[in-house]
């Protein structure tokens, strides 16, 4: 499955843990996990890709860079808004992924600033 994700001046995509997406269009310098806003992802279509998957490899590209994260599934992922991807074993509705290779600030700086201003793809497939 694949949906965009768009920059925002504040995305500063530095926290340790964990990166997200969100549908929400405002971000505060706060959300420094949050590397796109304004996704426009299918929670069903997300849903059918991980009931047939226990990992899931996530690649996100914008201008030519793309950097792959992989993870385990979390099968009790339920949010419409938001898509979280921990690097610990922590689980919520929002927690797609746990156990991740990479959180936001293990992301190229450039990938980021790509986003930041302007878009990117995210492409996330069973592994």
Avoid: W, Y
Avoid at 4 to 26: A, D, M, Y
Wanted: proline share 1%; hydrophobic share 35%; net charge neutral.
């Amino acid at each position: 499955m694949k949906f965009f994700i768009f920059g925002h001046p504040n995305l500063l995509g530095t926290h340790r843990n964990t990166f997200e997406f969100t549908k929400e269009s405002s971000l505060t310098k706060e959300g420094d996990c949050i590397i796109g806003v304004n996704c426009d992802f299918s929670s069903d279509e997300l849903r059918a890709t991980i009931a047939k998957f226990n990992r899931l490899k996530i690649k996100i590209s914008s201008k030519q860079l793309t950097e792959e994260i992989t993870c385990d599934v979390n099968k009790d992922f339920s949010d419409e808004h938001e898509i979280v991807i921990r690097k610990t074993g922590f689980l919520s509705k929002r927690t797609l992924g746990i156990n991740a290779d990479k959180a936001a600030k293990d992301l190229s700086r450039e990938l980021i600033r790509n986003i930041k201003e302007s878009n990117g793809e995210v492409e996330i497939i069973g592994a």
